[in-house]
Every structure is written in structure tokens, then in C-alpha cells.
């Protein structure tokens, strides 16, 4: 597996390997110099997956001396066949269908999420103009768009996280290409607490990255709407992030609080203590067709949720009456819900809901199950 990120920490790639492992497969993972090691994850670690590199792996330069890197590595862990090349999400594509080629082995493009339209919103993060023109030219939508065909076709099968992910590919890539793995949970990895009822205050919980397609600018806004009854956490603030002093100027009410990172462990108890859990996205290509892991984690521990009516999360959470949904990147609709969902049966039944459907058809198991047929399938 080549990552596109630091590990450990990433749930989704943990989940994967765990799986793959129970089934006696040997998975090795590429990644870079970020992270921490466990001895029940074969990590290779080089110094070329780096950031900068991302960008030239794309421009073609410097992938060769990346692939030296790494039949150097594997050739000390006396290894000459490779069965599989899983990469996760798009950048290391390149790199992954090289190497296929010289262990002749199957390619595997995972999708984490739709990574053209994702980096649209990331550079809205970066203040330093120099660097964001640079990335504009280099690495813009179009390119990475044109590049995401490209591996699509040239992948043995290409994973996808929700249905929605699909449209972008149609007449012109067979959806017999892909498959939908999505972020869902093992619900008994989820203990819950019952919900006590909000007599005094209606506790509302934010979990996660703070990036601006997630729309907690609206979440803020919507907050001045509410009285001091309601109560917002938004847990997981990195106050170095550059869009943490914008928040700052929109969070104008005292029933907000931030609360930077917390050991995962920890999270479980900022769920169990809430009485609606948020997963606000901003409307947007990136955001209607993708799935965040929060929105299956809520639901496992029998939270009732409120979403923005992006596609993924309208779908689910209308299917499975898990909570309510609300206009994407509107305030008042976003209060007004919030006011709606303010009663306790109403509150337990949808927290019901969301349970039975993670220990039913939004199970990690049978996601775990469609990983392990494509295996199967490509090994034949």
C-alpha cells in the first residue's frame, strides 16, 4: 500500500490492513517520514514521500529515484514479487502504476475522496500568495482531473467511498471499474451511554478538521439564532490552522466553545455526552461525493444527527431517519432545525435508528466483505 499520508494514525487504511491480514495477506506499507510505528504494521518509511514530491511525482520528475528507493527497501526485506499495488487516494498513482509494472502485479486506486475538487478548497488554506500561485499552475483542477482518468483506466479496479463518486466517472470510464468501500464502522468498537434528557441545556457536537468546506462558518453563524439553552462544541480545533482566526471572528455568541485535539479514546466521551452530533459540509463537488467516518461514528453510538444536504449525507441519513438535514451553508435553516429536533423522544428515536442501521447495512463487515472479493477477484 502506498499512503498518501502520514501513519499511523488513518482509520480507513487501518481498517483495510486488518482485514486483508485476517485473511493471511502480507501488506506493506509505503508512506513517509510522519507518524508513529506498531509492530502489527509493516511500515516502510522513506524519505521521498514527501510533499514536495508530490508535485514532481506528477511532473514525472524525481519518480525514478523513487522507485530506486523502494526496490532498494523491499530487495533488504528479500522480496522480488509484489501481487498487489494499493494506493490510497490520487497523488502516488503514478508511482503505484510503475511499480506494478515491474513487479507485475495488480493496481489499486482507493479514493479516499474526490481529490480534483478537494484541492480546489485546500488552497483557500494557504495565505503565502507565492506558494498558492505555484500550486496553481503545477497542481490545478484540470490537471488533477485529467490525471484521475488516467488512473482509472489504467487501475485493475478502483475503489470508491459512496455511489455519489461514481457520476463524475460516467460514459466514460464502465462502472464495472469500481467498487464501493465506504467509511462505515464496526458498531461493538462504538460503546454507548444512554442520552439524558436536555433539561437545562441541548448539548450539539462538532467532531473533526475545521477546514472550510465543513461548513462550521455556518454552524457559528447559525449559533447567534440560538439561546443560551443550546450549547456548541466543536471538538478537534488545531489553533495553527490559518482558517481557526476566521472562526474566531464569526464566533460572536458565549454557548460556543473550541476544544483542541483530543486523544481518539476521548472523543467516545464528547459523543455520549451530546444531544445532536453535527456533520455540517459546505455544498460543494468535493462534498457531494464524499463520506466522512464521523457520520458512521455518531450514528454507532446512538447519537442523533443534523447534516447539510449534500448529496452522500442527504441520502443516508434521509434513508436511515437518523436526524434531520438541513440547507447547506444556511444559518437560519440550521437553527430552525436545531429548534425542531429539540425533543427527547424524538431524539431517542433517532438515535435508535442510526444505531440499527450501522449494526445492519452500514456495517463495516460488509464493506470488509466487498475489500476482500476484490482481492479474490484480481487474484484470479
Known amino acids: 500500500m502506498i499512503l498518501n499520508k502520514r501513519f499511523l494514525p488513518d482509520i480507513r487504511v487501518e481498517k483495510e490492513i486488518k482485514e486483508l491480514q485476517k485473511k493471511g495477506y502480507r501488506v506493506m ?35 525514478n529515484k523513487m522507485v530506486k528507493e523502494i526496490k532498494k527497501e523491499l530487495k533488504l526485506k528479500n522480496i522480488s514479487k509484489i501481487d498487489f499495488v494499493h494506493v490510497h487516494d490520487l497523488l502516488w498513482g503514478f508511482l503505484g502504476l510503475k511499480l506494478s509494472k515491474i513487479y507485475k502485479s495488480k493496481l489499486i486506486m482507493d479514493f479516499h475522496e474526490n481529490y480534483p475538487a478537494g484541492y480546489i478548497h485546500w488552497l483557500q488554506n494557504i495565505k503565502n500568495p507565492l506558494i498558492k500561485k505555484f500550486k496553481k499552475i503545477f ?106 482566526n476566521e472562526l474566531n471572528k464569526i464566533n460572536i455568541t458565549s454557548n460556543v466553545t473550541f476544544i483542541e485535539w483530543v486523544p481518539f479514546d476521548k472523543v467516545k466521551n464528547y459523543i455520549n455526552n451530546s444531544h445532536i452530533c453535527l456533520v455540517p459540509h459546505n455544498k460543494n463537488e468535493h462534498t457531494d461525493t464524499t463520506i466522512p467516518h464521523k457520520l458512521f461514528q455518531y450514528m454507532a453510538m446512538k447519537r442523533p444527527v443534523l447534516v447539510s444536504d449534500v448529496a452522500p449525507l442527504r441520502r443516508i ?28 423522544d424524538k431524539l431517542i428515536r433517532w438515535g435508535e435508528n442510526g444505531r440499527r442501521a450501522v449494526e445492519g447495512k452500514y456495517n463495516w463487515k460488509n464493506d470488509a466483505e466487498r475489500l476482500i472479493n476484490l482481492y479474490k477477484e484480481l487474484g484470479n
Open 317 to 344: 441519513v434521509k434513508e436511515t431517519e437518523s436526524g434531520m438535514i438541513f440547507q447547506a451553508g444556511n444559518p437560519e435553516d440550521f437553527a430552525k432545525k436545531i429548534r425542531e429536533m429539540n425533543n427527547y
Open 29 to 63: 506499507i509505503l508512506t513517509n517520514l510522519e507518524g508513529f510505528d506498531d509492530e502489527n504494521y509493516e511500515i516502510i518509511r522513506l524519505k521521498t514521500l514527501n510533499n514536495l514530491t508530490k508535485i514532481f511525482s506528477i511532473l514525472l520528475i524525481s519518480r
Open 139 to 244: 497542481l490545478n483542477y484540470k490537471k488533477l482531473k485529467k490525471y484521475e482518468i488516467e488512473m482509472v483506466k489504467k487501475s485493475s479496479k478502483t475503489i470508491l467511498v459512496v455511489e455519489e463518486a461514481k457520476y463524475r466517472f460516467t460514459n466514460i470510464i464502465p462502472d464495472r471499474k469500481f467498487e464501493i468501500i465506504s467509511n462505515t464502522e464496526n458498531p461493538e468498537n462504538w460503546e454507548f451511554s444512554e442520552m439524558k434528557e436536555p433539561i437545562e441545556r441541548l448539548v450539539i457536537s462538532y467532531i473533526g478538521g475545521i477546514g472550510p468546506h465543513r461548513g462550521i462558518d455556518t454552524v457559528l453563524k447559525g449559533m447567534k439564532y440560538l439561546g443560551k439553552r443550546y450549547e456548541l462544541k466543536v471538538i478537534g480545533i488545531n489553533k495553527n490552522d490559518p482558517y481557526y
